[in-house]
């Protein structure tokens, strides 16, 4: 295994609609999810999406330590080919940073349920109905798919930021770096 190089935001490959992965079950895809969930815990963040390590294919990896989400704790997985659906017209504002923006943080509006599918390396499904930290790291990584960057999200830009000048202040929700 190894670590990779993560794409910083203004890299071009972090803007452009990846591309869906051909055969999930190809040892080179293995590889670079094994490579990618390395990358993750060593950075560390809850989730890394292909391009953020310069390959626009559709996947993603992510994982819930139980002592930050509150909820049920995931196991690192990878979610390969995902398909997104956002449930109901509930919003949450979450503070989120982004391994391809270090040192910043800002709160962004997302969906509080969604409901996801895609494949694991093995072709197995993965996914489910869920809600609030689970449901806020797959949409940040799913926006990464379609070239899409949190600041894009952000609706009051008063809540973007430092990370070490927003801790001064107290905190909005809990804070995530994918
Ligand atoms: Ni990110």
Request: one cysteine or more; hydrophobic letters at 45%.
């Given at each position: 295994?190894?670590?990779?190089?993560?794409?910083?935001?203004?890299?071009p490959?972090?803007?452009?609609?990846?591309e869906?992965?051909?055969?999930?079950?190809?040892?080179?895809?293995?590889?670079?999810v094994?490579?990618?969930?390395?990358?993750?815990?060593d950075?560390?963040?809850?989730?890394?999406a292909a391009?953020q390590?310069?390959?626009?294919?559709?996947?993603?990896?992510f994982?819930?330590?139980?002592a930050?989400?509150?909820?049920?704790?995931?196991?690192?997985?990878?979610?390969?080919?995902?398909?997104?659906?956002?449930?109901?017209?509930?919003?949450?504002?979450?503070?989120?940073?982004?391994?391809?923006?270090?040192?910043?943080?800002?709160?962004?509006?997302?969906?509080?349920?969604?409901?996801?599918?895609?494949?694991?390396?093995?072709?197995?499904?993965?996914?489910?109905?869920?809600?609030?930290?689970h449901?806020n790291?797959v949409?940040?990584?799913?926006?990464?798919l379609?070239?899409?960057?949190?600041?894009?999200?952000?609706?009051?830009?008063?809540?973007?930021?430092?990370?070490?000048?927003?801790?001064?202040?107290?905190?909005?929700g809990?804070?995530?770096?994918?």
């Open positions: 295994m190894a670590l990779l190089k993560i794409a910083r935001m203004g890299h490959v972090l803007l452009q609609r990846a869906p992965v051909a055969d999930p079950n190809a040892p080179e895809i293995r590889r670079l094994a490579d990618m969930i390395e990358t993750m815990l950075a560390p963040g809850i989730g890394l391009p390590v310069h390959v626009p294919l559709r996947l993603f990896v994982h819930l330590p139980a930050r989400s509150g909820a049920a704790a995931v196991a690192p997985r990878a979610v390969i080919n995902p398909r997104l659906e956002l449930l109901g017209e509930e919003r949450v504002l979450r503070v989120e940073g982004c391994l391809s923006i270090p040192g910043l943080r800002a709160a962004v509006p997302r969906h509080l349920r969604i409901r996801y599918t895609g494949v694991d390396c093995d072709g197995a499904p993965v996914g489910g109905e869920v809600d609030g930290l449901a790291v949409q940040h990584e799913y926006d990464h379609d070239g899409i960057l949190y600041p894009m999200r952000i609706t009051d830009f008063s809540q973007f930021g430092f990370a070490e000048e927003l801790a001064r202040v107290p905190p909005l809990q804070e995530t770096a994918s």
